[in-house]
């Protein structure tokens, strides 16, 4: 791909993350890639759709900040095209599909295990939505609506941070019609008394121990520790970020932005950096995992990873390995 | 001033007129304001009196104005402009050509029956969104939105500012008129533009299925304006119920001329209709603060100014100017096609419409023009020459100059330069057209 293309499709990543968060734009580019195979009128052999995905792969490597579960579907699909010599669009589109699904069970499982912490009345803390606690927070308002007593609806502190974000929160509370309470995410001091329970969504987990997720998370989290409320940290084990460099984790800008006549310029983060440890329980689909357990799945699933990375490098770098695919 | 005489009168009223046309190109101040400090000074110094500059106000153009803004407005706020703009975003696949035809059309056809700037407002931002997520450059985009929006509101009597003067002021041109008359250069200007521009531009609005990495970025964007569009929760109701009040107000407009319901009142009915229908959903005080008050004070002011130069016989004495250059109708037609499409290109089309409708209207009245049954033509003309001649410059029409301003919020500045280059052939393309249609018109 093209420098700019990169450039644009990178701008437009980021924008869509921002917009409607990790998992939906996983399932935007998964969909994507879907239409993309059905409409390509270049060459649709094996071969060619196996460069084609693989240069795609790259490109989804090349972006900053990478987005792991993205790239983990991409080697998928990759992976795919390279082992099975019966492969073509049809089949593809299939892999396409049984992915979508697989990444709605995992979330569908996060909720169900996170529902398990809502056997009694909790007062719960939220700061982000991402699909597992939108869907947790469905799950509760279904029960709430069917008589289901498997749950009970939490009264809930929504730390208020950007417009948008805390407007995306109050929107699905106001559409769910369940209660809740706004409070200023600088001015958490004066409820902490009051919770029992916080829930945060990770965008990645990393080779540093290091959790990504929205930026004023990490000084939430450290009140909350102190004050001993537990705290949850809803992220599938598609999210696992393997690449160990020296790029910044969170996407950075300055703007510039004028008070009367001063102008000055702000420094502008898209995400926070917190250490695991600093997590009560990691909700994974495999169930609430402790920080010292995350680290174990991590490095199994770092090893599959590298596997396959290994077998899609021999391809990507030598074009005999490409044209041999043909023959495999 | 009778000291002055009266022909010292009239230099007076046109230094005061041109004086106000050199300040709203200037735009060091609102134009709003200058044309009521005009309109002011023409009271203050006993050119008119202050009853007299009241009923020169034409109310059938301001109730339209106000009208068409209220009922643009109400459709605004039940979210069917964003509907209508997603909806057409998934109907182009991502294809670029398909991005330049469908956006182009749409254009022409919603600027036929909403403000221009209103039609720029809704597409460009939604056009650059599209472009820029795929790496093609809006630029193309942008002019073909803005040429289109100038082109199509030439259609109708509600399309473009000049068009609503000429329909409210002139006895005798109604919706279906315009229509009837105008359409056909439209629609051959439509065509023609857009092949020039496919043409010019061939490298940037060709399909790129052939290459998948640029597909998929294509397929990606469509996937955001679809979530954009499951998101944005309209009802089949709301939608049936805002189309079919809008339908009403288009059929009022077709049959005023049957009906004899002055355009404006069917503007005004409809905005009301549409409220009362939509009562739940639109808040009636807001929807009076989004109406572009200003742009009505400056067409009251406006109408106060040539109100005076009539008072003074300035109008009179420039229309026997334009008797005394030809009695020949033909070439006429042609002086006022042409000067009205390069005045329009270079400064803004509203008052020198608002003046020549006067001055045509006493042409049309004298010798030899008085019995030429193809006299009406003049009316076409000026509306031809004023709509099309928008598209000469940057400033040539309020939605080249909002587009531009919303293009560069987003980064992407066009150079006074730039838009002529690009602006120039198809301004010549289209009044050659409208000179050539007029020339049949007038033999056949």
């Not at chain 1, 690449?243 to 102008?263: G, Q, Y």
């Not at chain 2, 005076?308 to 070439?331: C, F, K, P, Q, R």
């Not at chain 2, 019995?371 to 033509?377: G, T």
């Amino acid at each position: 791909m093209e420098s700019n293309l990169l450039h644009t499709l990178n701008k437009q990543l980021v924008e869509l993350d921002r917009l409607n968060g990790a998992s939906a734009l996983a399932e935007d580019v998964a969909k994507a890639i879907d239409l993309t195979v059905e409409e390509y009128f270049g060459d649709r052999s094996r071969e060619a759709l196996l460069r084609e995905v693989v240069k795609l792969y790259h490109t989804f490597l090349s972006c900053r900040p990478r987005m792991p579960h993205i790239i983990s579907d991409l080697q998928k699909l990759a992976f795919y095209l390279y082992q099975n010599k019966d492969a073509d669009t049809e089949t593809l589109k299939r892999l396409i599909k049984t992915i979508l699904i697989e990444n709605e069970k995992r979330v569908d499982l996060i909720v169900s295990h996170a529902t398990t912490l809502f056997h009694e009345k909790k007062t719960l803390l939220l700061h982000t939505l991402s699909m597992p606690i939108k869907g947790l927070l469905e799950q509760i308002a279904e029960n709430r609506d069917n008589g289901d007593s498997a749950t009970v609806v939490p009264d809930v502190y929504i730390a208020d941070q950007s417009k948008s974000k805390s407007g995306q929160i109050i929107k699905l509370f106001d559409h769910l019609q369940l209660p809740f309470f706004v409070v200023s995410e600088f001015a958490l001091a004066h409820v902490i008394s009051k919770l029992n329970i916080a829930f945060f969504g990770g965008l990645t987990f990393n080779v540093r121990n290091e959790v990504i997720l929205a930026p004023g998370s990490t000084s939430l989290i450290s009140q909350l520790r102190m004050a001993q409320v537990p705290v949850y940290l809803c992220m599938g084990t598609n999210k696992f970020s393997f690449w160990d460099e020296e790029t910044e984790l969170a996407f950075h800008e300055r703007r510039n932005k004028s008070l009367e006549h001063i102008e000055y310029a702000k420094e502008v983060f898209s995400h926070d950096v917190v250490e695991v440890d600093l997590f009560t329980r990691i909700i994974t689909e495999s169930g609430l995992l402790t920080p010292s357990e995350l680290r174990r799945t991590f490095a199994e699933k770092q090893l599959e990873f590298y596997n396959h990375e290994r077998e899609i490098e021999k391809i990507a770098t030598d074009d005999v390995a490409l044209s041999n695919v043909s023959r495999t | 001033m009778d000291f002055l005489g009266a022909h010292s009168d009239q230099l007076i009223v046109l230094f005061l007129f041109v004086t106000v046309f050199v300040g709203i190109v200037l735009e060091k101040f609102d134009k709003t304001l200058i044309a009521i400090a005009g309109a002011l000074i023409v009271i203050f110094l006993g050119f008119i009196s202050f009853n007299q500059a009241i009923e020169a106000i034409d109310f059938a153009t301001i109730g339209l104005l106000l009208g068409m803004m209220l009922l643009v407005e109400c459709l605004r706020e039940i979210r069917i402009f964003e509907w209508l703009s997603l909806k057409l975003g998934l109907l182009t696949k991502g294809n670029p050509i398909l991005i330049f035809i469908v956006f182009s059309v749409s254009t022409a056809v919603a600027s036929a029956f909403l403000d221009n700037v209103t039609t720029v407002l809704i597409m460009v931002p939604l056009v650059i969104s599209i472009t820029t997520q795929i790496g093609l450059r809006p630029r193309i985009f942008i002019f073909a939105l803005i040429f289109m929006s100038n082109i199509g509101g030439t259609a109708t009597l509600i399309g473009d500012p000049p068009n609503i003067l000429i329909g409210s002021q002139v006895p005798g041109l109604t919706f279906g008129s315009f229509l009837q008359y105008l359409s056909v250069p439209v629609i051959i200007t439509i065509i023609l533009t857009m092949f020039y521009m496919i043409w010019r531009h061939k490298e940037e609005v060709q399909s790129r299925a052939t290459n998948f990495s640029w597909l998929f970025m294509s397929s990606l964007m469509l996937q955001q304006i679809r979530r954009e569009y499951n998101a944005l929760v309209i009802s089949n109701s709301t939608l049936y119920k805002a189309s079919i009040v809008f339908i009403v107000v288009l059929i009022g407009f077709f049959t005023h001329s049957i009906t004899h319901i002055e355009p404006a009142m069917i503007a005004l009915a409809g905005a009301a209709l549409m409220l009362l229908v939509f009562n739940k959903q639109i808040d009636l005080h807001h929807l009076i603060a989004k109406v572009e008050w200003p742009t009505l004070l400056f067409f009251s002011g406006l109408f106060m100014l040539v109100g005076a130069m009539e008072h003074v016989g300035l109008l009179t004495t420039i229309s026997g100017l334009l008797v005394s250059m030809t009695d020949n109708l033909l070439v006429l037609i042609i002086i006022v096609l042409w000067s009205s499409a390069i005045l329009s290109a270079l400064v803004d089309n509203i008052p020198f419409v608002a003046v020549m409708i006067p001055v045509l209207k006493q042409l049309q009245m004298s010798e030899p023009f008085i019995s030429d049954p193809k006299a009406h033509l003049l009316w076409w003309a000026l509306s031809l020459g004023a709509c099309f001649g928008g598209n000469g410059s940057m400033i040539g029409a309020s939605a080249n100059v909002v587009s531009c301003a919303i293009a560069r919020t987003r980064g992407i500045d066009i150079t006074f330069k730039e838009f002529i280059s690009e602006s120039f052939v198809i301004t010549v393309i289209s009044i050659v057209v409208a000179s050539l249609y007029l020339t049949a018109l007038y033999y056949y």
